[in-house]
């Protein structure tokens, strides 16, 4: 006689009898049929149904839905729809795209402003020349600017106050 614990013990009757008889909302089974061939009958019965059990038919789809067929079409259709009735535009989106486009316009104001602004200066001072890059408006401001003082007797051409422009040259030329 074998140990193993297999189906063999249960068609000569030493298996568990409360499983032996079936439920009552289950069919009998004819009783040309092995016990063992019954228990498995019933455990299928018991168990509840998942997924692999249903049958592989096409959904109905509700009237007013898409798909004018009666089926959805899969997979790709599902998401055609889900895109469908996505918002165009979410709040969440909003709240993040505001602060980038500000942010991308403080870059690009700030960008302009330093190419407008800016100005390529020549600056002689007692015969040494230097080319520089200013903000300022005036003479006045780039002599302040590079720490230049200029006395009552100096000549400065262009005068104090004339304003600057890109290209300019300015002489400071102290006398003696």
């Known amino acids: 006689m074998s140990n193993s614990k297999g189906s063999h013990r249960a068609a000569r009757g030493r298996g568990r009898t409360a499983v032996a008889t079936p439920p009552a909302a289950s069919p009998p089974a004819p009783a ?19 997924v692999l059990d249903t049958p592989l038919v096409p959904r109905q789809v509700r009237p007013g839905a898409s798909g004018a067929t009666g089926t959805t079409g899969g ?9 469908r009735r996505k918002a165009p535009v979410r709040p969440e989106s909003l709240r993040r795209l505001v ?32 080319t520089l890059h200013t903000f300022a408006d005036d003479v006045d401001g780039l002599l302040d600017d590079q720490g230049v003082t200029v006395a ?24 003696r």
Request: overall charge positive; charged content about 20%.
């Open 32 to 50: 040309s049929v092995p016990l063992h061939e019954r228990l498995t009958l019933v455990v299928r019965a018991v168990r509840t149904p998942t």
């Open 152 to 175: 009552a007797h100096d000549t400065v051409v262009p005068a104090l106050g004339s304003p600057l422009a890109d290209g300019d040259a300015v002489v400071v030329r102290p006398r």
């Open 75 to 83: 997979r790709a259709a599902a998401r055609r729809a889900a895109r």
């Open 99 to 130: 602060p980038q486009a500000l942010v991308v316009a403080v870059l690009a104001g700030g960008t302009t402003a330093f190419v407008v602004c800016d100005k390529a200066v020549t600056l002689d001072v007692d015969g040494t020349p230097r």
